[in-house]
């Protein structure tokens, strides 16, 4: 927060443009099935339709433009994805690798809420996307999610991390723990994944 920033490619809608200014927050989660973004947002005034990427005074690459996400009282400032949490589906995308997609919304559970609320460890569920091999699976919100194909989730992050890992077609064994009564019991599920991105035919 606060570095300065350049908006290079069509930050003002127009081919070639360019734009500066400041981060204005670095660390905000965004609410995307199956990953864990932060959304890099800037006082850059720019398009609606904006594109390309937010790079730092040195020219590397720190976002990917995506106003998609814009706040609703400032559509017009310039926000991107940071580029860390696309590297590995970057590099995935650039190879063709056809990863699973399972339709999960998540998040991280702090520490103290975990242990006030006797939460399990994990990742833990807000929501499934309708019709998705999740919901298909029978994964519900609030469950959480404490295994994925024999490996061990301890948090939102390292099932995304994990998930990064999985196949389009491939089955995929999902653990959570899921509430029942005055606590939390095991249920093993079978996610069948379908395919997260799709490219043409060459």
Known sequence: TGKP???????????????????????????????????????????????????????????????????????????????TGMKSIIEKMSNEIRMGYLGIHGTEIPEQVRTDEGLPEGAYILRTEMDSPAMEAGIQSGDVITAVGGKRVTSWSSFVDILLESRSGRQLSVTVMRQQGDGYGEVNLTANLTARLTFGSK
Request: proline residues 3%; without cysteine.
């Open 5 to 83: 920033v350049i908006a290079v490619g069509s930050p003002t809608g127009t081919a070639g443009s360019v734009n500066y200014g400041v981060v204005t927050n670095a660390g905000l989660a965004l609410d995307v099935a199956d990953s864990a973004y932060k959304q890099i947002t800037t006082d850059i005034y720019g398009s609606t339709q904006a594109s390309g990427v937010l790079t730092d005074l040195d020219g590397n690459v720190i976002g990917w433009i995506d106003m998609k996400h814009s706040r609703s009282d400032s559509p017009n400032l310039i926000s991107a994805i940071g580029i």
